[in-house]
């Protein structure tokens, strides 16, 4: 079984910074992309980032500037550090990873979520 594990969330002030972190694990054959997701009340989940492997991150307009996504590809992980926080980043955080376990299959799988918060 794959697992995503997310953690790092919290509340911040405005201006603050946060660091998510997200680590795959189980059996792992090839991961094609990791990335992170948000989605805030009443709204859809949308892309905030994403780094496919050996390529430079993407990412939404509207975290450019401010967030930074990076891989540790030996452990399997993907961090998001996101500075400059505004209260419209207030969202739950899923983590993204599109694999070949196992089953010999590429497959999406998410993380549980984590809260981020940005509120004086």
């Known amino acids: 079984q794959v697992q995503l594990v997310e953690s790092g969330g919290g509340l911040v002030q405005p201006g603050g910074s946060l660091r998510l972190s997200c680590a795959a694990s189980?059996?792992?054959?090839?991961?094609?992309?990791m990335g992170w997701y948000r989605q805030a009340p009443g709204k859809e989940r949308e892309l905030v980032a994403s780094i496919g492997t050996g390529d430079n991150p993407n990412y939404a307009n509207s975290v450019k500037g401010r967030f930074t996504a990076s891989r540790d590809y030996a452990k399997n992980t993907v961090y998001l550090q996101m500075n400059s926080l505004k209260p419209e980043d207030t969202a739950v955080y899923y983590c993204?990873?599109?694999?070949?376990?196992?089953?010999?299959?590429?497959?999406?799988?998410w993380g549980q979520g984590t809260q981020v918060t940005v509120s004086s």
């Open positions: 189980g059996s792992i054959f090839s991961i094609r992309l």
């Open positions: 993204n990873a599109e694999l070949r376990g196992s089953s010999d299959v590429w497959r999406n799988y």
